[in-house]
């Protein structure tokens, strides 16, 4: 990176990079934990993920909105220095940073489902849902600004993980049609050829 141009990956495709796991590891485990009747019972097991469910979807949609409100307020306009980040970096370097931390929350999810059956699946299936209605919530923010936001990598965890942490002192923006992912870290689609 020349004349002090900085790295950046986009906020929206870290909020969504652990959506999918989450939400696929949750199913399997919650899919797994309905053949095990569990201490309580299956019916009291998935009525108690279902609300787990909805609870993890509420909060981890609504967590830290006005920390992002902040920073995307204050984005400065990225140099042309700066280099951007493709989407698929982004997602392997949260999932490569996370991979641990998804694997013993799965097997937990696994084990518990001997006491409460599904009940920790749909948890992790609600947070991953979660992260996707947050990431569309960027998204809708980056559509009315007409800008897309940008954290610098160098400001991630290690895990690469936490695009609105305490170490992140402001995001900076790009037009709508810049990177590889369109507002909400979706892959962005291609134009059909004529």
Sequence with gaps: MARGGQGLARVAVVVRAG??????????????????????????????????????????ASVRR???????GSA???SKYDVLQDRSVTVRNWRRGHRWWLLLAFLAALGSAFAVPAAAGLLMAGCGVGLWLK????????QAGDALLWVRVDWLDRGAGRPAGKVVKAYRST????????????????????
């Design 19 to 60: 959506a999918a796991p989450l939400w696929w590891l949750g199913v399997l485990a919650a899919g797994t934990g309905v053949l095990v009747p569990g201490l309580t019972g299956r019916r009291i097991g998935v009525l108690a993920g279902a609300a787990l469910f909805i609870v993890a979807t509420a909060v981890v």
């Design 66 to 72: 006005k920390r992002y409100t902040a920073l995307a």
């Design 76 to 78: 400065a306009r990225a």
């Design 135 to 142: 990431s569309a919530w960027i998204g809708r923010r980056e």
């Design 175 to 194: 037009g709508i049609a810049a990177g590889d992912a369109a507002p909400g870290g979706a892959r962005r689609k291609t134009a059909a050829l004529v």
